[in-house]
């Protein structure tokens, strides 16, 4: 009779619930939505779980953390430091450290799910740039995701500036010196965001307010609309029989969606907190507290802002004076220029490609990256070159380490700048044609099989196996001829700015698109299936 109550009472407040918010129209038309079950998908997933894991250990740390600058004596359990004179920020984060129970294993745990936040917007986007899944409809996406990163970015730095300890005053100090180098308004601009002169004593809280308020604010309403679009359009996914640009495959939202989203959370969790117990990471209490006539060596920041430290290394020593006043273009250009146009190319991408190809069509399906061996060797190419630069932020510890010169390290990395983008373009695109005609020759001749047969004239051959039909259609690589611009003839070869756009589009165009001659076409593959004999 109570069970029969309880089942009364659930199923009453269900329909008064739906009744006013028409809940079971939607949960019908969304608990069946489909995820793709491809690996490649959770990464994005990672980003999200360990920004939730954020949140909560944030929280905690929020409520034991002083963000302030004021002079105090640190009497807490660290005996080395006792009767040191420190800022609050430093010693409200020892006592976190040292005497909060679990306040140390919560502030690895934040400090870790940060950094591998970062990685994992980072592993994001390539996969997406990679797999050509900014393309139309999801160029929004793209640019929140991009916006994401540098918030993300920003966050990081903030959070690891707050303790105050010789490391992250450090950092701080570099950042002020980049602030300096913004011509006309740079010194308007320190006074600004220190309150006054470096280090004062309003800029810890003033970053403290961003990093727990303004920037977490901005993150989840973007990582809100992120997901709102995601679930408006559907995901991309990779070809097959059973998808294609016009349906959508993969898992149900519930129960397999649900219930393996979940387990994967929890093993997110699992992970960071591993990671926390077992690998220390930002111990300020051997670092001591921020002193601006002290600094440690082989200082390092965290990998994401490493390729700034690396730029601003390797700049040669450039500086202007204009009226009296001196433009550091060694800092300026580096630690300013470079980031924001960096940023900034990173986010109209697919803009410029869908410019030079031509290509307005909505794309659901996911490219195999060797198909589009242009944007995949300018994709390497870029991360060739970020690579130069964070490597380069560590050229004194390289240097110590085996024995190379510092100056012969900065002059690698300099010469790396220019040369391994290129490289890596070069070498990208070259095995990304190479297999292409692999795939082609796989397609008219079959795939090994390591069997040797010997044929009535004595003749020994090895029998080629035909690709099955989900294998086939992942090689196919559909490129409409109708996409390659020919090339400009002017009669009067006038180097007006018109003709020379027309030109320069038309010579990257088919860079991205004279490359399908290296695979056969769809048709004429379906024609080599027919032809070929069971075994070949």
Same mark, same amino acid.
């Given at each position: 009779m109570a069970a029969k109550k309880n089942r009364s009472l659930v199923g009453d407040s269900a329909r008064a619930v739906d009744e006013r918010f028409g809940t079971a129209g939607f949960l019908r038309r969304n608990i069946r939505k489909a995820f793709p079950d491809h690996w490649s998908f959770l990464l994005g997933e990672i980003a999200l779980y360990c920004f939730i894991v954020l949140l909560l250990t944030g929280t905690f740390l929020t409520l034991f953390f002083k963000p302030g600058e004021s002079?105090?004596?640190y009497d807490g359990s660290y005996a080395p430091l006792r009767g040191v004179h420190v800022s609050q920020a430093y010693a409200s984060t020892l006592r976190?450290?040292?005497?909060?129970?679990?306040?140390?294993?919560?502030?690895?745990?934040?400090?870790?799910?940060?950094?591998?936040?970062?990685?994992?917007? *980072?592993?994001h986007l390539m996969r997406i740039f990679f797999t050509g899944a900014f393309r139309k409809p999801r160029e929004v996406n793209w640019l929140i995701g991009t916006t994401l990163f540098a918030l993300a970015l920003a966050e990081g730095f903030a959070g690891y500036s707050l303790p105050d300890d010789l490391l992250s005053g450090t950092g701080l100090r570099i950042a002020q010196g980049i602030m300096l180098s913004i011509p006309i308004i740079g010194t308007y601009v320190s006074f600004f965001v220190f309150g006054g002169v470096f280090p004062g004593e309003d800029f810890i809280p003033r970053l403290f307010t961003l990093h727990i308020l303004l920037i977490p604010g901005l993150l989840l309403a973007l990582i809100g609309a992120h997901l709102m679009i995601v679930w408006h359009q559907k995901h991309t996914h990779w070809p097959s029989t059973e998808k294609t640009e016009t349906n959508v495959g993969g898992n149900p939202t519930y129960p397999k969606f649900a219930?393996?989203?979940?387990?994967?959370?929890?093993?997110?969790?699992?992970?960071?907190?591993a990671l926390a117990t077992f690998a220390q990471i930002n111990p300020i209490w051997l670092y001591g507290p921020y002193q601006p006539a002290a600094v440690s060596t082989g200082s390092q920041p965290d990998w994401y802002v490493g390729f700034l430290e690396g730029a601003l290394r390797i700049m040669p020593p450039l500086s202007t004076d204009v009226a009296g006043h001196t433009i550091s273009w060694n800092v300026f250009l580096p630690a300013v220029v470079l980031p924001v146009v960096f940023l900034t190319l990173?986010?109209?991408?697919?803009?410029?490609?869908?410019?030079?190809?031509?290509?307005?069509?909505?794309?659901?399906? *996911?490219?195999?990256?060797r198909n589009a061996p242009t944007r995949t060797a300018l994709g390497v190419a870029a991360i060739a070159?970020?690579?130069?630069?964070?490597?380069?932020?560590?050229n004194d510890v390289l240097s110590a380490t085996f024995g190379i010169p510092l100056e012969a390290t900065t002059w690698i990395f300099r010469v790396g700048f220019f040369a391994a983008p290129i490289i890596g373009f070069v070498v990208t695109r070259r095995l990304c044609l190479s297999a292409q005609r692999r795939d082609a020759s796989e397609a008219e001749e079959g795939i090994e099989s390591g069997i040797i047969k010997r044929l009535p004239s004595g003749e020994f051959v090895e029998t080629h196996d035909r690709p099955d039909p989900e294998q086939a259609l992942v090689r196919d690589a559909e490129h409409p001829a109708e996409l390659v611009r020919g090339l400009p003839r002017h009669i009067i070869p006038l180097p007006t700015p018109r003709r020379i756009t027309a030109q320069v589009r038309s010579r990257i165009n088919r860079t991205y698109t004279k490359y399908q001659a290296e695979v056969p076409s769809p048709d004429g593959r379906t024609e080599v299936d027919k032809s070929a004999p069971p075994d070949r």
């Open positions: 002079d105090t004596v976190i450290s040292f005497d909060v129970r679990g306040g140390l294993l919560v502030r690895q745990i934040h400090h870790w799910a940060a950094i591998l936040f970062i990685a994992a917007i *980072c592993v219930l393996q989203t979940t387990a994967f959370l929890m093993f997110a969790i699992a992970v960071l907190t990173i986010a109209l991408y697919p803009f410029f490609e869908r410019w030079v190809i031509g290509d307005s069509r909505p794309h659901h399906v *996911c490219d195999r990256p070159w970020y690579g130069n630069l964070w490597a380069a932020g560590g």
